[in-house]
């Protein structure tokens, strides 16, 4: 009986790849494609009876980021690429799926979910704790840059070495894959909040002026970069004067950004040549041909391939949608059940 009901939920069910961002969930349906990218945001109520209420969730929530007055907070439940609000990252979670699913009830769907290399047992369980509790019938885990070389369509079952970079909000992730294997792989809780925290500091620091969290995430994607422009560019900023309070308005250039944001940049660089360095040499050499391909939303940082060419002296490729390349492996895999065995982890 229990495998008749089971099997009848199969049938209605549709089976989702969940990249589950610290910047940014991304969702794809079986069948379908991706079908979802939203900020990883909650807007939640504290003063109600029952603890929190869900008011906004995504794009919505975000921009309420900072913007809220005192009983509602604007929350971001995944920090450092795993979960660290478990009750609002349920919410999320089940938001995302009712929302995917047209709200249908009784769709319990089988979920793939993207975990940062290196997750610790606790912070498994936590992420497939999560998913059941948001309707999950089964979960799977996959570790990202796995299913980042999985999406950028790298020949993963080869006796090939394939080195990928995923720079995210929370983490950089740095992979050697071969033979449906990870060979090699180190996490750095170094991204891109690590580079909007750097940029605010150094507003307040030169100026004495207060930015928010997305006025500096704006500042790195419009003049943000790893390496000098041919053409320096320059950017009006609005923010609080930190000794008058008053709003004010000042002009900043993309050299000074730059140089804000060299340390989480010669950290990622590091971790590069210390992946590069613990290769085994017969996989080093494939690398020298093959190159390395960089992807996450960090890899959209202007000149961060020419200075990771430049320090290793190796072909650097950045993906063509580096925000949905993990999401998308991780639904290819959800397309053909046969290479999850191989790819997934317990
Ligand atoms: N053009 C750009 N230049 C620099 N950074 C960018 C650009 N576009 C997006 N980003 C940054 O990429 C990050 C989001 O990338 P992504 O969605 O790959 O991360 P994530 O999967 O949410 O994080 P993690 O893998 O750490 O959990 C954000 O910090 C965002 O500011």
């Given at each position: 009986?229990?495998?008749?009901?089971?099997?009848?939920?199969?049938?209605?069910?549709?089976?989702?790849?969940i990249?589950?961002?610290?910047?940014?969930?991304?969702?794809y349906?079986?069948g379908?494609?991706?079908?979802?990218?939203?900020?990883?945001?909650?807007?939640?109520?504290r003063?109600v009876?029952?603890?929190?209420?869900?008011?906004?969730v995504?794009?919505?929530?975000?921009?309420?980021?900072?913007?809220?007055?005192?009983?509602?907070?604007?929350?971001?439940?995944?920090?450092?690429?795993?979960?660290?609000?478990?009750?609002?990252?349920e919410?999320?979670?089940?938001?995302?799926?009712?929302?995917?699913?047209n709200?249908r009830?009784?769709?319990?769907?089988?979920?793939?979910?993207?975990?940062?290399s290196?997750?610790?047992?606790?912070?498994?369980?936590?992420?497939?704790?999560s998913?059941?509790?948001?309707?999950?019938?089964?979960?799977?885990?996959?570790?990202?840059p796995?299913a980042?070389?999985?999406g950028?369509?790298?020949?993963?079952?080869?006796?090939?070495?394939?080195?990928?970079?995923?720079?995210g909000g929370?983490t950089?992730?740095?992979a050697?894959?071969?033979?449906?294997?990870i060979?090699?792989?180190?996490?750095?809780k170094?991204?891109?909040?690590?580079?909007?925290?750097?940029?605010?500091?150094?507003?307040?620091?030169?100026?004495?002026?207060?930015?928010?969290?997305?006025?500096?995430?704006?500042?790195?994607?419009?003049?943000?970069?790893?390496?000098?422009?041919?053409e320096?560019?320059?950017?009006?900023?609005?923010?609080?004067?930190l000794?008058?309070?008053?709003p004010?308005?000042?002009?900043?250039?993309?050299?000074?950004?730059?140089?804000?944001?060299s340390?989480?940049?010669?950290?990622?660089v590091?971790?590069?040549?210390?992946?590069?360095?613990?290769?085994?040499?017969?996989?080093?050499?494939?690398?020298?041909?093959?190159?390395?391909?960089?992807t996450?939303?960090?890899?959209l940082?202007?000149g961060?391939?020419?200075?990771l060419?430049e320090?290793?002296?190796l072909?650097?490729?950045v993906?063509?949608?580096?925000?949905?390349?993990?999401?998308?492996?991780?639904?290819?895999v959800?397309e053909?059940?046969?290479?999850?065995?191989?790819?997934?982890?317990?």
């Open positions: 009986m229990f495998k008749i009901v089971n099997s009848i939920l199969g049938t209605f069910s549709t089976d989702l790849a990249d589950l961002g610290t910047a940014n969930t991304c969702v349906v079986k379908k494609g991706i079908v979802l990218s939203e900020p990883s945001v909650v807007a939640v109520r003063d009876r029952d603890g929190k209420k869900v008011l906004a995504g794009s919505d929530a975000k921009r309420m980021l900072g913007r809220t007055p005192g009983n509602i907070v604007a929350v971001r439940p995944m920090k450092d690429g795993v979960i660290a609000d478990f009750e609002v990252a919410a999320m979670l089940r938001h995302f799926i009712c929302r995917v699913h709200s009830k009784l769709v319990r769907p089988r979920i793939i979910v993207a975990v940062p290196g997750i610790t047992q606790v912070e498994k369980r936590a992420v497939r704790e998913a059941q509790s948001a309707g999950a019938r089964e979960v799977y885990l996959i570790e990202e796995m980042a070389a999985i950028a369509n790298l020949p993963i079952t080869e006796p090939t070495s394939n080195m990928v970079v995923d720079i929370g950089t992730e740095v050697v894959i071969s033979l449906s294997g060979v090699y792989s180190r996490s750095v170094v991204g891109g909040d690590k580079m909007d925290e750097a940029i605010i500091h150094h507003v307040k620091r030169k100026y004495n002026m207060l930015i928010g969290e997305s006025t500096a995430e704006m500042i790195k994607m419009k003049i943000g970069s790893a390496y000098p422009l041919t320096e560019i320059e950017m009006e900023i609005k923010g609080r004067n000794v008058s309070g008053i004010q308005h000042i002009t900043i250039t993309s050299e000074e950004i730059r140089k804000s944001l340390e989480q940049v010669d950290s990622i590091q971790a590069v040549k210390l992946a590069l360095e613990q290769t085994p040499p017969e996989l080093a050499a494939d690398i020298v041909d093959r190159g390395i391909v960089l996450g939303g960090g890899a940082l202007r961060l391939d020419a200075l060419r320090a290793t002296d072909p650097i490729t993906v063509d949608e580096p925000l949905s390349t993990v999401v998308l492996g991780a639904g290819k959800l053909n059940l046969d290479v999850l065995k191989e790819v997934t982890i317990d």
